[in-house]
């Protein structure tokens, strides 16, 4: 079992910026792949960003350019960098991780990023 805890959302104005953290605990070696998420209301939950093993890294289209998901692997912790913040990106951020052999996935309680106009 892998538990994960976000932490750093808030309110912020357009052009601001959040810096999110993901911590994990558990069975943290059987992790391949980190990710974060985020589901805005009345919206599916879409990728935003997620980092695999080697450090490859994978953006959804509308944060390209504006956000950096980074890991310290000492630290078990996961981040998402935001900048240039907008107002639809306004959502609850949840923090994904998918174990390498049977690709079970776990899934924090979600932190809210609400971007003010």
């Known amino acids: 079992q892998v538990q994960l805890m976000e932490s750093g959302g808030g309110l912020v104005q357009a052009g601001g910026s959040l810096r999110l953290f993901c911590a994990s605990s558990g069975s943290t070696a059987s992790i391949t792949e980190r990710g974060w998420y985020r589901q805005a209301p009345g919206k599916q939950r879409e990728l935003v960003a997620v980092?695999?093993?080697?450090?490859?890294?994978n953006y959804a289209d509308s944060v390209k350019g504006r956000f950096t998901i980074s890991r310290d692997n000492a630290k078990n912790t996961v981040y998402l960098q935001m900048n240039s913040l907008k107002p639809e990106d306004t959502a609850v951020y949840y923090c994904?991780?998918?174990?390498?052999?049977?690709?079970?996935?776990?899934w924090g309680q979600g932190t809210q990023v609400t971007v003010s106009s």
């Open positions: 994904n991780a998918v174990t390498r052999l049977t690709r079970t996935q776990f």
């Open positions: 980092i695999r093993s080697g450090g490859f890294t």
